[in-house]
């Protein structure tokens, strides 16, 4: 092949000539970003840029580059650090689902879900069953993102072998710079083809919600260049099309059957005398429980639905009272806040979450979204017929985890709820318990009854499965949930010892 | 001396009498708990309830029996752990300070500032030094939640050293329980006597805003007792009288003398090429510097004030550009938010702090305080006034944890920011930056120059001083801060290498 020659001084010319071309678009993305960020702010979409790549690809700079001109009030950039996996005492995808940002607001993540699959693995801190499990989490989590309206942008800086260890080399060298350089960067750079494998594959199998986009790393210039490219056109379509609201999809999750409400037969009820003994039986095993998971490091989640006055509070402190506070904890679940709101409706239960080896009673849950959201209107149809199908990925991704995960439905008939809201309203140091709210949701008990019960026939997984307690007798249903949790996690405990844990 | 003699029947039949009173009385206070909580709410009365004491005194279930019947709605418990000192990467006071409740809620704290003080002093992580100044932050710390409405309860669960002993050994030999037992607690054993001196002299010394309770931890049941019986009372009395708003004090900072804005010179200007050459320069030299602060652990804080269409955004990318964002965070603090609102003052900055090592810039900061919110009416006189003091206070506790906290009072004068406002006004992609609330701030001109000379004389202290930043050539005041900071990261650093850090 016959290659042109250039003379050096042409060469130069041209390479000057491209540099300052690629100065002035810089310039004018910058400009246009700069533009777009009040109306982002005006049109309440939230934006995610998700930057990996290689040790030494310069992700922290190439940030840098991009945010120069933004408004810090508009952007937010978080460095979630691979932990050493003792220290993971939350879901995998918790430090990221955590973080999302606001609508109106762009976050950049400094790394992220792929990192912190890619790197577990190949250190073999994880199997490659549990890796495989943490794809398909990456997959659901980006699809529920985009289907919640965030607009995503995953960027891939790229660099070769070669590069990278001259890059490294020159890190070492320099007193400023020598500490950043790891040995899991060394350790990387010696398993470049592993790593480079691994990238690849992870790529081709998260793509599907979000395309993924590899720059060049080696040309840093242009790599922000096509990022802020990449961002202004994201931002462009986003404004232009409006608010993204994903459809429902097909339910791939093995259900277990539930009967109707209707169906439920609510006529046992329990002596005060066996009451007695077994609550206090009961209680003592509970204790027991609470020790050893907390030793084991098993999370426990107690979900708590139910009708107004069907007896929550009181059920929860039955199992509160033998537990540990270090290591037990109740999260009352009232109306969103405005910070809340402005996030995916997932958002303020993954910050909720308790560590693992506690137990965490949620007081009212995320099923909100197909109960109370879903019957006045807070939500799109499309956003409720959505969220069975998100819930079941959320709770699958706390199992995964390693958590045991209890639903409850607290159910009762009318004319008990009657009764004890005439209770309420007629002993004075009940009556707070008792709103206005609470009579205009008794009207709306059919609406109610149809809701509660897809929600039951929806998402009564295997690995997250309902109960339904039987409380027109209280003490009854006590008994009950304290049975049911004990059971659960004497199994919890039984696994993971099978396990060798 | 002639001892009474009492048959065993009856000596039994008495303790029996005792337990059944005993039984009763604390039925009876739980009730009236019960019958606060929703008074407290109304009210918006915070509560913190502290739970001090030895190794296996008890803490944990105190609590338990203290919180049985209030509705999880009412009330928390946090377990800040002692962490080991090389995690800490924030300030002594932040795992108390951001685990505040907010109005109407109970907050109860299983060990806290008291173990956290003492046994790093104990352990040795801490100088007697450091100590000492820890102690000094309890004071504050305490009085400052009180002084802004908190009813506050200290306890102190003490139990002898040989039951100590004997309840160490009982949990060591039951499965369940051995793990609990830390080789801390049998070190605290083996050095019971140093540790009761030191939890003596604690207490002689954090006990004026609010007093220590010490309860016997070796009756449970009466310890159960007295512990619901202080908090009813403190409630009973904080319902009475309503919520407690603090006095102003006298300063006891050293201060520098600062000049009156009307005496600042803001004639200084900067030609483009000095500008130009400067500016490139000392970025450069700030993101060398940023790795060094980064190795060591520094915390930087810039505080940014100053009129609206001073500069600020502008002169905060200028220092953000060479900073690498994994390491660097812009903090935009907006009016507050209702869950804010709902918390000491102070809790919003709290929760934003950076961790050690990390430059974070705040663009306004907690001297709202005592300008938008003094001028406003947002707070009562009391509040402001006390205000000077608490942030003194808290920027010394900011720098007694090694942080360099700098102030910039980015300073223009009326003409100028009239240009700028209209100028803002004509370029629609500038015009979102200007508000109906900035003409409005700006026909209080006066006032507000009465508030910051006032905020500059009263809080300019040698740890943090204030820097008055003039920016009617915006590019002066860019050169100026980033020389301010990059001394002030110099002088750090020389410091840490001096101290053989």
Chains 1, 2 share one sequence.
């Not at 001084?9 to 002035?24: R, T, V, W, Y």
Request: proline share 4%.
């Amino acid at each position: 092949m016959k290659k042109e020659k250039k003379s050096k001084a042409m060469e130069n010319s041209e390479e000057k000539k491209n540099k300052d071309e690629l100065k002035c678009e810089i310039r004018a993305l910058r400009e246009r970003l700069l533009a777009q960020q009040q109306k982002l702010m005006e049109k309440k979409l939230p934006v995610i840029v998700l930057v990996e790549g290689w040790a030494a690809a310069g992700k922290g700079s190439l940030i840098g580059e991009v945010i120069r001109e933004i408004d810090p009030r508009f952007y937010n950039v978080t460095s979630p650090a691979v932990l050493p996996e003792k220290d993971e005492r939350y879901p995998f995808l918790y430090p990221y689902a955590t973080a999302i940002p606001e609508n109106g607001k762009i976050m950049f993540y400094n790394s992220g879900w792929m990192e912190g699959a890619v790197h577990k693995y190949l250190r073999r801190d994880i199997t490659k069953k549990e890796y495989r499990a943490r794809v398909s989490e990456v997959c659901e989590f980006e699809r529920q993102l985009r289907d919640g309206g965030y607009l995503m942008l995953k960027l891939f800086l790229d660099i070769g072998e070669k590069e990278q260890g001259e890059r490294l080399r020159r890190q070492k060298k320099n007193y400023e710079t020598e500490w950043r350089v790891t040995e899991d960067d060394l350790w990387q750079h010696r398993e470049y083809e592993l790593f480079k494998e691994t990238y690849k594959d992870f790529m081709a199998e998260t793509g599907e919600s979000v395309p993924w986009h590899v720059l060049n790393g080696e040309k840093r210039k242009k790599a922000v260049r096509d990022a802020l490219r990449l961002l202004v056109e994201l931002i462009d379509r986003g404004l232009e099309e409006g608010r993204y609201v994903g459809k429902p999809f097909k339910e791939k999750f093995p259900l277990i059957d539930m009967p109707k409400l209707s169906d439920v037969d609510l006529s046992p009820t329990v002596s005060d005398e066996e009451y007695d003994e077994e609550l206090k039986k009961l209680q003592k095993r509970l204790g027991e429980l609470h020790n050893l998971v907390y030793r084991r490091k098993i999370p426990v989640i107690l979900c708590y639905e139910g009708w107004d006055a069907a007896g929550k509070g009181g059920n929860i402190r039955r199992i509160a009272r033998p537990l540990d506070p270090r290591g037990f904890d109740v999260k009352p679940i009232a109306s969103p806040e405005p910070h809340e709101l402005n996030r995916q409706y997932l958002w303020r239960f993954w910050i909720r979450l308790p560590r693992s080896g506690h137990i965490c009673s949620f007081d009212r849950t995320w099923y909100g979204r197909v109960m109370v959201e879903r019957l006045e209107g807070f939500c799109s149809e499309d956003d409720w017929k959505r969220a069975y199908n998100e819930i079941n990925e959320f709770e699958r991704q706390l199992t995964d985890w390693g958590a045991v995960v209890l639903k409850f439905w607290i159910h009762i008939d009318q004319d008990t709820q009657l009764a004890r809201f005439n209770d309420r309203q007629n002993t004075p140091e009940k009556q707070w318990k008792l709103t206005e709210e609470d009579w205009r949701n008794r009207e709306k008990w059919p609406q109610y009854e149809t809701a509660v019960d897809e929600m039951l026939q929806k998402t009564s997984t295997e690995n997250a499965p309902w109960h339904i307690i039987e409380s027109n007798d209280k003490k009854y249903a006590r008994i009950k949930t304290l049975r049911l949790t004990i059971d659960a996690l004497e199994k919890a405990c039984e696994k993971h010892i099978a396990r060798g844990l």
